[in-house]
């Protein structure tokens, strides 16, 4: 009995010292430390961003002859792709602006004539704040007018203008009676009629009459030229929005487009296109170039029309409806747009792009939504912050105006501006202080 409890006992210690160095083994024991882990390639055109380096770096050698490898294999859009990079380097929105071909500035052309001096100004210092693009001004005036223009363009700071140049152009009518024509509704708005044959080295051009203002970049309203189609050749807004309480439905004596005519104000063209356009027309049994018809257009409707050259215009498409694109009424925003009720959907939708202040509002009391924005973009200092110095302001001039049906709506005023100058403000920080400037 003995024997067997010794027996035992023996076996318990030796079970005991077995289970002791097992768990000793195990807990002196590390885990084997992890393979390393293979990186994955970063693909070639982005460079590999992590804080730690998972693998060697080549040498330098071979790190140019991999750029080498690399250069010689052609990239689709090489050139504008290069734009868009001098766009994106600190500090280099000079030189963006100076490679930037001939072909691809924007032309903007205007008629000023009598005390339009202040607001065609004003207009162009919307286009410069908020366009991107260089821009080419074609400004036809009185030659009363010229020093002045060239004086005051001159004062503009060099960030501004060397995103322009501009030309000035005497008012000149090449067919027909100039006094008749210079006469014709406003002093000298016909000229309009004649920038296909005035400016003829101009491919495409934006037309405005000096009552606008740009609340986007006119880069906009530009790329419209890209969806006419092949027989397009001007594109223009809507007299009204509602046909049956329009002025050409109600009132015209002439034959006028669509359901409601269209209006002027705004008008982007294709002039080469018009160049070289035979028009339908009422008067003889064959199409006519655009300058052979004009005159004699005038001649026929001239106790007819009302509102001058635009009533011209609507006569002229009125005959070629598949010349003419129609753009959406929020680019040429007017009183009539808000001041019986909002009737531009669009305008509701993403807000005014291209304001139009006919019948004289920026100076008077008529409406005082248009006259706000007006003095807003005139009084702002171009060296300022857009929203310290206006957009802020704007917001709390636009509640002095809530007892107007147009004022009521101030996001539709808003909205663009506002996205305009975030865009604004950004470029001008990200492109021309430099993402490593910013603190």
Known sequence: MKLRSKVAAVLLLALAALLLALWSLRAGRGEPPALPLRPVAAPRSLPLVSKHRLAPAAP????????????????????????????????????????????????????????????????LKSAVLFSHRKMQFHIFTEESMKA???????????????????????????????????????????????????????????????????L??????????????STQLAAMAPEHEIPRIGWYSRFARHPFYGASGVNSGVMLMNLTRIRNTQF???????????????????????????????????????????????????WNYRPDHCMYGSNCKEAEH?????????????????????????EAIRDFPFQDNLFQSMYYPLQLKFLETVHTLCGRIPQVFLKQIEKTMKTVYEKHVIIHVGPNKIK
């Open 280 to 330: 339908k027309n009422n008067m003889i049994s064959k199409d006519l170039a655009w300058k052979d018809m004009l005159y004699p257009l005038y001649q026929k409707y001239k106790n007819a029309i009302t509102w001058g050259d635009q009533d011209l215009l609507n006569i002229i498409f009125y005959f070629n409806p598949e010349c003419l694109y129609m753009f959406p009424c929020h």
């Open 350 to 374: 993403e807000g005014v792009s291209v304001l139009h202040g006919n019948r004289g509002v920026y100076h008077d009391d008529k409406q005082p939504t248009f006259k706000v924005l007006y």
């Open 216 to 229: 986007r970049p006119i880069d906009d309203i530009w790329k419209f030229l890209r969806h006419f189609n």
């Open 60 to 123: 330098p050698q071979a790190a140019q002859g991999a750029s080498r490898r690399r250069s010689l294999r052609p990239r689709p859009q090489a050139r504008r792709r290069s734009l868009g990079k001098l766009a994106r380097r600190p500090g280099r929105l000079e030189s963006y602006q100076n490679v930037l071909p001939s072909e691809l500035w924007m032309h903007l052309a205007v008629v000023a004539c009598g005390n339009r001096l202040e607001e065609t100004l004003v207009m």
């Open 148 to 214: 002045e223009f060239d004086k005051q363009l001159q004062q503009w700071p060099d960030l501004y203008t060397e995103k322009f140049e501009h030309r000035i152009y005497p008012i000149t009518f090449s067919v027909g009676n100039p006094q008749e024509w210079k006469k014709l509704f406003k002093p000298c708005a016909a000229q309009r009629l004649f920038l296909p044959v005035i400016l003829k080295d101009v491919d495409s051009l934006l037309y405005v009459d000096t009552d606008v203002l740009f």
